[in-house]
């Protein structure tokens, strides 16, 4: 991959379709935290305690933009804001409401913040695929909620039997 921002990145694929496909960077932390979102776009969680979940980067495009990737197991689903399944556990959405739950203590237990998120237009990511610029493994909550995100990406290879020091790395070797 040619694009430094996708080196050694895992990214969730939440829609694909024929029109083109998006979905979140799930192993790139920022310098923030769940407060300083909380912050920026004023919800009050009163009472509640800090809430321990990650805030990443989930792609290059509009990073200005927030979705919320949540384990939805027993999780009322928010009435606004576009909420999608991804699998039968996880789920995202960009809804204030389920912001505002989660910073007064009542939302889901686990989740990230993901800011921007990775879009591709339609062929795209299919063409990528056939370069070998991406390396697909199956959906695994484990890996998206259960793995530290600094070692995600050796996880998903490492689940395809791939020692991730084999991995060739075309953007350096080209450099």
């Not at 379709?17 to 769940?34: I, Q, Y």
């Not at 606004?80 to 959405?93: D, L, M, N, Q, W």
Request: proline share 6%; with cysteine.
């Amino acid at each position: 991959m040619r694009c430094p921002f996708f080196n050694h990145t895992l990214v969730l694929l939440i829609d694909h379709g024929d029109e083109g496909s998006f979905g979140f960077v799930v192993n790139r932390l920022t310098d923030l935290d769940m407060d300083d979102v909380f912050q920026e776009v004023g919800v009050d969680g009163g009472a509640a305690t800090q809430v321990d979940a990650p805030v990443l980067l989930g792609g290059p495009v509009s990073p200005e933009t927030g979705w919320i990737l949540y384990d939805a197991e027993g999780v009322p689903q928010p009435s606004s804001g576009r909420t999608i399944a991804v699998g039968e556990r996880i789920a995202c959405s960009a809804s204030l409401e389920l912001l505002q739950r989660i910073a007064r203590g009542d939302g889901p237990d686990t989740c990230a913040m993901m800011l921007g998120y990775a879009g591709w237009g339609a062929g795209q990511l299919e063409s990528e695929m056939k370069e070998g610029s991406w390396i697909p493994v199956d959906l695994d909550y484990n890996l998206v909620f259960g793995t530290p995100v600094e070692a995600r990406w050796e996880a998903a290879l490492a689940s395809l039997g791939i020692d991730p020091a084999r991995v060739i790395d075309t953007h350096m070797a080209s450099a």
